[in-house]
């Protein structure tokens, strides 16, 4: 079962991680998983929900997919998408572009589809993930401009590091 309700630990990742803000401004839709005890963040797509992922707030798997979409996770609503790993990173940095979860390290079919549709792009995934990014703009450069970002720190927790 879902709630609106959010327990403490849930607001301290919400605020560890640079969450808050999107939530605030309703770039993202958010509900506590009561059963799981997971942050639930919910993906749309043309203003629909179509799927959620789930991180752990305290036991089990780090993250649960609910549903079978195969469509990244979005927060936000400029030109500039920046393709990350993971949904608290896509919220973490949506006041700065776009942000485009893969929910992985794997560029799907499905994910170039709605990437393609922006400007252009900055793919920022994790340190250890840098060989995976040149490979996927190399990929996306077929579509739109796009550059890659390599991170120093995770955006979660220091999002002005895109700027960097």
């Known amino acids: 079962a879902f709630s609106a309700y959010f327990p403490d630990a849930m607001v301290r990742y919400m ?3 640079n969450i808050r803000s999107a939530w605030e401004s309703g770039d993202v839709e958010m509900y506590h998983d009561v059963r799981w005890d997971r942050a639930v963040f919910v993906s749309s797509h043309r203003g629909l929900a179509i799927d959620a992922v789930g991180r752990a707030l305290s036991r089990g798997a780090k993250w649960h997919r609910y549903g079978s979409s195969m469509l990244p996770f979005i927060c936000g609503s400029s030109d500039l998408a920046i393709v990350v790993e993971d949904a608290a990173s896509a919220c973490a940095i949506s006041r700065y572009g776009t942000g485009v979860a893969l929910l992985g390290t794997t560029l799907t079919d499905e994910a170039i589809q709605v990437i393609k549709g922006f400007d252009r792009a900055i793919i920022a995934l994790d340190k250890d993930a840098g060989s995976k ?5 190399r990929r996306l450069n077929m579509y739109l401009p796009t550059t890659v970002k390599f991170l120093e720190q ?7 590091g895109l700027l960097r």
């Open 15 to 17: 605020s560890v991680n």
């Open 133 to 137: 990014a040149i490979s996927m703009a």
């Open 154 to 160: 995770d955006l979660k927790v220091n999002p002005e």
